[in-house]
């Protein structure tokens, strides 16, 4: 089990360093290709667009400006790949071979070039500080619910990784595909807790059983994971601070499991996931 195609976003903000890091230490890891996905806004053609829907044409000098300011984004986004790359003692640059990692040209818009490129790639990785940006929150629900890509949030250090990981397992559909993800990097995990919070458990709509989560990760050659039921009002909350309490490196975990307006309206288990800036790196999936 491995990783072989690793997707990370790159917007030129605070977010990249976390990302770039992240998926370099997992394409070493893993003799992996890490591709860098630049998703800063593409203002030169915003600002076109909005002139002809208004009946007006910008200025050149003004184009040219907004051009220039892209160039000196992607520029940013190579120069923290290459320093990324650097340190993992990865190859950078595009070509045969891995481990590798390299800059996508930004020629799409980024919902689009996500969606494209993410098709053929085992995993998304985005920064947990990278949320803060919109247009990253918006492309972290898209992987999710319309690729439909498993992606790692990002927090702390990568060789956490490689430490105790957390399952959160209630048998739903999408915590089965998150396990499903998670194989290569649970495979690599020093120790597996799985974490049940019994007051968020629906016995009628999933299968709940350990036994058979189990029985899984044996067959791939895991091994099993110990069983740890919590409670709490707040099932995401209490689930993380089972996880941290077990120092675990890793959550891996279903994303909006429930309705998107049952969650916004009354809160879930995935916003309370996204919403510590600490703990463990998530592996969500839907």
Same mark, same amino acid.
């Given at each position: 089990m491995?990783?072989?195609?690793?997707l990370?976003l790159a917007?030129?903000?605070?977010?990249? /360093?976390a990302a770039?890091?992240f998926a370099?230490?997992l394409? #070493?890891?893993?003799?992996?290709?890490?591709?860098?996905? %630049?998703v800063?806004?593409?203002?030169?053609?915003?600002?076109?667009?909005l002139?002809?829907?208004?009946?007006?044409?910008? %200025?050149?000098?003004a184009v040219?400006?907004?051009?220039?300011a892209?160039r000196t984004?992607?520029a940013?986004?190579?120069?923290?790949?290459?320093q990324a790359a650097k340190?993992a003692?990865?190859v950078?640059?595009?070509g045969?071979?891995?481990p590798?990692m390299?800059v996508?040209s930004?020629?799409?818009?980024?919902?689009?070039?996500?969606?494209?490129?993410?098709a053929?790639?085992?995993l998304v990785?985005i920064a947990?500080?990278?949320?803060?940006?919109a247009?990253?929150?918006?492309?972290?629900?898209?992987s999710?619910?319309?690729?439909?890509?498993?992606?790692?949030?990002?927090r702390?250090?990568?060789d956490?990784?490689?430490?105790p990981?957390?399952?959160?397992w209630?048998?739903?559909?999408?915590a089965?595909?998150?396990?499903r993800?998670?194989l /290569?990097?649970?495979?690599?995990?020093?120790?597996?807790?799985v974490?049940?919070?019994?007051?968020?458990?629906?016995?009628?709509?999933a299968?709940?059983d350990?036994?058979?989560?189990?029985?899984?990760?044996?067959l791939?050659g895991?091994g099993?994971?110990?069983?740890m039921l919590?409670e709490?009002?707040?099932?995401g909350?209490?689930l993380?601070a089972?996880?941290?309490g077990k120092q675990? #490196?890793?959550l891996?975990?279903g994303?909006w499991g429930?309705?998107?307006?049952r969650?916004t309206?009354? #809160?879930?288990?995935?916003?309370s996931?996204l919403? #510590?800036?600490?703990g463990p790196?998530?592996?969500l999936?839907?």
């Amino acid at each position: 089990m491995s990783l072989k195609r690793i997707l990370a976003l790159a917007s030129g903000g605070a977010g990249d /360093p976390a990302a770039l890091a992240f998926a370099a230490w997992l394409a #070493g890891q893993h003799d992996a290709v890490a591709d860098i996905v %630049p998703v800063y806004p593409d203002s030169a053609v915003d600002m076109v667009t909005l002139g002809l829907a208004l009946g007006a044409t910008l %200025p050149r000098d003004a184009v040219e400006e907004l051009a220039e300011a892209e160039r000196t984004m992607q520029a940013r986004v190579e120069t923290a790949a290459q320093q990324a790359a650097k340190a993992a003692d990865l190859v950078f640059g595009a070509g045969q071979g891995a481990p590798r990692m390299s800059v996508l040209s930004r020629g799409l818009r980024p919902a689009l070039a996500l969606s494209r490129h993410s098709a053929l790639a085992d995993l998304v990785v985005i920064a947990q500080a990278g949320l803060q940006d919109a247009l990253i929150e918006d492309l972290l629900n898209q992987s999710l619910l319309a690729d439909r890509a498993p992606v790692l949030i990002a927090r702390g250090d990568p060789d956490g990784l490689a430490g105790p990981a957390a399952i959160a397992w209630d048998g739903s559909p999408q915590a089965g595909r998150a396990v499903r993800a998670a194989l /290569p990097l649970l495979a690599m995990a020093s120790a597996i807790h799985v974490l049940q919070c019994v007051t968020g458990l629906d016995q009628r709509a999933a299968d709940p059983d350990i036994d058979l989560l189990n029985a899984y990760l044996k067959l791939h050659g895991v091994g099993a994971g110990v069983a740890m039921l919590v409670e709490g009002e707040d099932e995401g909350a209490a689930l993380m601070a089972a996880a941290e309490g077990k120092q675990a #490196g890793l959550l891996v975990a279903g994303a909006w499991g429930h309705s998107r307006l049952r969650e916004t309206v009354f #809160g879930g288990a995935t916003r309370s996931f996204l919403r #510590g800036k600490d703990g463990p790196s998530l592996l969500l999936a839907h």
